[in-house]
C-alpha cells in the first residue's frame, strides 16, 4: 500500500455542484464553469465544464460540450468531448461523441458517431 495511492472516486451524482441553470432558465451564450454543474434549463450555446457536468431531465443544450465527465438524463443537440460520458433511461445525443468511457442505460437514445479512444497512461 503506498503512502500517496489514488483517491477514491465520489460519483458525479454525489459531487458538491458549483454551477446550476435551474429548470424553467434560459442561457442565450456560452457557459463556462471551473468546477461541477448542473444543467435543468436550456443552454443554447457551448458548455465548457473543467469538472463534471450533469444534464436532468429536463435539461436542453444547444451546442457543444466539453467536459471531464457528464451524466445525461436530459437532451443534447451538439457534439461531446469527454473522458467519461452516461447516458440515462431518459437522455437523448444527437450529435457526434468523442470518450474514453461510454454507458447507455436501456431506453437511452443516441443519434450519431462515436469514437472512443483508450486513456493516456
Do not use: C, H, W
Request: glycine fraction near 12%; charged fraction near 25%; avoid cysteine.
Amino acid at each position: 500500500m503506498a503512502i500517496f495511492g489514488k483517491k477514491d472516486k465520489v460519483a458525479l451524482d454525489l459531487q458538491a455542484i458549483s454551477t446550476l441553470i435551474s429548470d424553467g432558465s434560459i442561457l442565450e451564450g456560452n457557459l463556462k464553469a471551473p468546477a461541477f454543474a448542473r444543467i435543468d434549463g436550456q443552454v443554447n450555446g457551448n458548455v465548457n465544464i473543467d469538472e463534471g457536468l450533469i444534464l436532468g431531465e429536463k435539461a436542453l443544450v444547444i451546442g457543444n460540450i466539453d467536459t471531464k465527465e457528464i451524466v445525461v438524463y436530459g437532451t443534447v443537440k451538439g457534439d461531446i468531448q469527454t473522458d467519461s460520458l452516461e447516458i440515462k433511461a431518459t437522455g437523448k445525443i444527437t450529435g457526434e461523441i468523442k470518450t474514453q468511457a461510454l454507458l447507455v442505460e436501456t431506453g437511452g437514445v443516441y443519434n450519431g458517431r462515436l469514437s472512443m479512444q483508450t486513456a493516456d497512461k
